[in-house]
């Protein structure tokens, strides 16, 4: 079970030495990525004009450029809305940045009411991510948005 209130506090924590948005989301990539069991990729696409563009992450490589409405990141930012994706082969539009990828979920991360990048987190299990996983994210993000200097 995952501990996303401690995990926000140490994000927070973190942030307390500097809000700016790079060192925010590069630490809370890697506390994600040490913190949730079973995910092979956890990071940030950040909104640049007409694409979203690779950000602060760890796990293998990754796409660097997604346009809007491709892929779950991509559907995310055009949607604004979470979206959980149990089984990736069946989200038509998948992007394969890593072919062991098989269940995502995406949080829309807002600045001024505008969605301005996405937290991005993959797993090579099927239906690894539940409510739970999306309600703490969601909280996770809400306070990311309050703290970070964009």
Excluded at 36 to 43: E, L
Excluded at 48 to 57: Q, S, Y
Excluded at 68 to 86: S, T
Excluded at 93 to 112: F, L, M, T, Y
């Amino acid at each position: 079970m995952v501990d996303y209130v401690l995990i926000t506090k140490q994000m927070e924590s973190l942030a307390e030495e500097s809000s700016e948005c790079i060192p925010v989301m590069a630490n809370t990539a890697a506390l994600l990525f040490s913190e949730m069991p079973d995910i092979n990729w956890a990071g940030f696409y950040l909104v640049k004009e007409d694409c979203l563009i690779l950000g602060p992450f760890q796990g293998k490589v990754a796409c660097v450029r997604i346009e809007k409405g491709k892929g779950v990141c991509g559907k995310a930012w055009e949607e604004d809305r979470i979206q959980l994706v149990p089984d990736v082969h069946c989200f038509q539009g998948h992007i394969a940045c890593d072919s062991a990828s098989r269940s995502e979920i995406v949080i829309p991360i807002h600045n001024k009411g505008e969605v301005a990048a996405v937290l991005d987190i993959d797993s090579p299990i099927l239906s690894r991510f539940s409510e739970k996983d999306k309600e703490g994210l969601a909280d996770l993000v809400e306070k990311f948005e309050q703290i970070i200097r964009w």
